[in-house]
C-alpha cells in the first residue's frame, strides 16, 4: 500500500481558496474537462494524491468522498468543437473558468495546477507546479476532472468501440494511433491536433 500523504488543505490562509485542475488536456479525443473545489480546513484522506499516480479505482472512491465532504465543488468541460475553434490552451482556461463560475460561492483566491492561468474576475491567484501533489483542493480537482472525464469516454466507447475509449480514454497511446490509421478520424477527435492525414473517415 502507498505511503500515505499529507496534503495543505490551502494556499491561502483565513480566505475561501478554490483548488482548480484540468483533465484531457493531451487528449487526441473528447472535451476537456477542469474542476474546482473549496475543501473544510479539516479534511485529510490518506490516498489524496494527484489523480495520475493513482489506479482508477482508488479515484473513483475519492472521487465520492470528495463529493460528500467538499465544500462547494463544480466540474465543467468545453467541447472539441469549441478546442479546435480557440484552441486547447484557451479551452482548458475556459473550463477551469467555467468550473469557477459554477461554485455556489465566490472564491477569494484560487490555487492552479500548472504554471499558467487567465485571471478570472480579477480574483487573485497562484499557479503551483505539481500543485495537485501538494495541495488537497488541487488534488481534489484533479481526481474530480479526471473521473468525470473518464465516464464520459467511456460512454463515447458505445458508439466507438474500435478506439477502445473504455481503457485509454482519448489519448494517444499506440492501440489508438493504430485504430485511427485503421479507421481514420470521427467527431469526437481533435482535428486541430493534426493526428491523422487530411482524409477524415465516415464518421463526420
Request: glycine share 4%; aromatic share 10%; with cysteine.
Given at each position: 500500500?502507498?505511503?500515505?500523504?499529507?496534503?495543505?488543505?490551502?494556499?491561502?490562509?483565513?480566505?475561501?481558496?478554490?483548488?482548480?485542475d484540468?483533465?484531457?488536456?493531451?487528449?487526441?479525443?473528447g472535451?476537456?474537462?477542469?474542476?474546482?473545489?473549496?475543501?473544510?480546513?479539516?479534511?485529510?484522506?490518506?490516498?489524496?494524491?494527484?489523480?495520475k499516480?493513482?489506479?482508477?479505482?482508488?479515484?473513483?472512491?475519492?472521487?465520492?468522498?470528495?463529493?460528500?465532504?467538499?465544500?462547494?465543488?463544480?466540474?465543467?468541460?468545453?467541447?472539441?468543437?469549441?478546442?479546435?475553434?480557440?484552441?486547447?490552451?484557451?479551452?482548458?482556461?475556459?473550463?477551469?473558468?467555467?468550473?469557477?463560475?459554477?461554485?455556489?460561492?465566490?472564491?477569494?483566491?484560487?490555487?492552479?495546477?500548472?504554471?499558467?492561468?487567465?485571471?478570472?474576475?480579477?480574483?487573485?491567484?497562484?499557479?503551483?507546479?505539481?500543485?495537485?501533489?501538494?495541495?488537497?483542493?488541487?488534488?481534489?480537482?484533479?481526481?474530480?476532472a479526471?473521473?468525470?472525464?473518464?465516464?464520459?469516454?467511456?460512454?463515447?466507447?458505445?458508439?466507438?468501440?474500435?478506439?477502445?475509449?473504455?481503457?485509454?480514454?482519448?489519448?494517444?497511446?499506440?492501440?489508438?494511433?493504430?485504430?485511427?490509421?485503421?479507421?481514420?478520424?470521427?467527431?469526437?477527435?481533435?482535428?486541430?491536433?493534426?493526428?491523422?492525414?487530411?482524409?477524415?473517415?465516415?464518421?463526420?
Amino acid at each position: 500500500m502507498r505511503e500515505a500523504v499529507k496534503l495543505h488543505n490551502y494556499f491561502k490562509e483565513h480566505a475561501i481558496d478554490a483548488g482548480c485542475d484540468e483533465a484531457g488536456r493531451g487528449c487526441y479525443a473528447g472535451p476537456v474537462f477542469a474542476a474546482a473545489v473549496v475543501l473544510p480546513p479539516d479534511f485529510y484522506h490518506p490516498q489524496l494524491n494527484d489523480s495520475k499516480l493513482l489506479p482508477a479505482k482508488t479515484r473513483e472512491e475519492l472521487k465520492i468522498f470528495i463529493q460528500q465532504k467538499a465544500l462547494h465543488y463544480c466540474v465543467a468541460m468545453v467541447d472539441v468543437a469549441e478546442i479546435d475553434s480557440i484552441n486547447i490552451l484557451k479551452a482548458s482556461q475556459k473550463a477551469m473558468h467555467l468550473a469557477l463560475d459554477g461554485l455556489n460561492v465566490a472564491p477569494e483566491f484560487i490555487s492552479v495546477d500548472g504554471n499558467y492561468f487567465i485571471p478570472y474576475k480579477k480574483i487573485p491567484y497562484q499557479c503551483i507546479v505539481k500543485g495537485d501533489s501538494q495541495y488537497a483542493h488541487i488534488a481534489a480537482a484533479s481526481i474530480l476532472a479526471k473521473t468525470y472525464r473518464d465516464e464520459y469516454m467511456r460512454r463515447l466507447h458505445t458508439d466507438f468501440p474500435h478506439y477502445n475509449w473504455h481503457a485509454n480514454k482519448g489519448y494517444g497511446t499506440l492501440e489508438h494511433r493504430t485504430a485511427i490509421e485503421a479507421h481514420g478520424i470521427c467527431i469526437h477527435h481533435r482535428k486541430s491536433f493534426k493526428i491523422t492525414a487530411p482524409q477524415l473517415s465516415c464518421f463526420e
